[in-house]
């Protein structure tokens, strides 16, 4: 009985699924399409810029009448942003990600090792911080990235994400998790702290860690209103930028530069799957 009623949801999941796939279909077909079909389908101010306003039905399909490659060609010209804003995308993102693993694997395991009555406040108000949205601290760290002087600079965008507290409070529950009596066996043989660490703890946290490295990237890889605040200089934005200013010139280079600006977390997303889907069911289990 139980498995005919699991059978009964495949139905009803197919179909979120495809409701969850159809946006991002429209966005591919969308890219080969010429711009005069895009406007034919989606209408958006026919001929008229000025507009803002949907003045004709709108019909999204999968199937261009007829395919072309020309947005693409357009956006890997040689005058074209989208490169150097892809490569600020990456260096904005890949170090935020590799270092805030490495300042949540250690202030996680300090905090789950030596839960005393600092280390407890400490940990409440990592996760005060982490209940607080990222636009309630824009302005803070507007003010102090030009006290430090790194205003328009990578850093103003590196520090604030490498000390992000997300990770820091999901490892901790984690690790807090881990039998003791794992790490008294490894004391009587003479393992040190750092043993102890890189020996006991990290080896037992690879999904986990991988669950937020991943989420790191994706949610660092859309940063929108962090270069918005603590960026001036045009070369400096990330490709996020890039995409909202699209859409007041070409439907098809918007379509073309999001399935580009999608590759890279797709390909993340399929290749780290299994770990997303271990860290979302064992995050607040033992290992």
């Known amino acids: 009985m139980k498995k005919k009623k699991g059978y009964l949801w495949l139905p009803v999941l197919l179909v979120l699924a495809l409701l969850f796939l159809y946006p991002l279909a429209v966005t591919v077909a969308g890219s080969f399409m010429p711009e005069d079909e895009i406007l034919d389908r ?11 306003y949907m003045d004709r039905t709108i019909v999204p399909t999968l199937l261009p009448d007829s395919f072309t490659g020309a947005h693409y060609r357009e956006l890997f010209a040689e005058d074209s942003p989208l490169l150097p804003m892809l490569r600020n995308s990456l260096i904005y993102t890949l170090p935020i990600t590799v270092f805030q693993l490495a300042v ?3 202030a996680a395991y300090g905090f789950s090792r030596y839960p005393g009555r600092l280390g407890r406040w400490l940990f409440f108000l990592y996760t005060v911080l982490m209940l607080l949205p990222y636009q309630a601290a824009l302005v803070p760290n507007y003010l102090v990235s030009k006290w430090l002087g790194i205003f328009d600079t990578p850093w103003a965008i590196w520090l604030p994400g ?12 984690y690790l807090r998790r881990i039998p003791k009596q794992c790490i008294e066996a490894a004391q009587l043989d003479g393992a040190g702290e750092w043993t102890i660490f ?3 703890c990290l080896p037992q946290c690879k ?11 994706f949610d660092n890889w859309a940063m929108v209103e962090q270069p918005m605040v603590l960026l001036e200089t045009q ?13 007041r010139d070409s439907f098809g280079l918007s379509f073309a530069a999001a399935v580009i600006y999608l590759l ?3 390909l993340l997303f399929l290749w780290g799957k299994k770990h997303l889907e271990e860290g979302a069911v064992t995050g607040g289990q033992a290992p």
């Open 42 to 52: 989606y209408g958006t101010a026919l001929g008229d810029r000025t507009k803002t």
């Open 207 to 217: 999904g986990i860690l991988v669950t937020i490295g991943l989420i790191t990237f």
């Open 264 to 266: 890279p977390c797709l």
């Open 198 to 200: 890189t020996k006991i």
């Open 104 to 106: 949540t694997a250690l």
């Open 162 to 173: 490498i000390f992000s507290p997300f990770g820091i409070f999901l490892l901790t529950k």
């Open 235 to 247: 070369e400096k934005l990330p490709l996020s930028q890039y995409l909202s200013a699209m859409n």
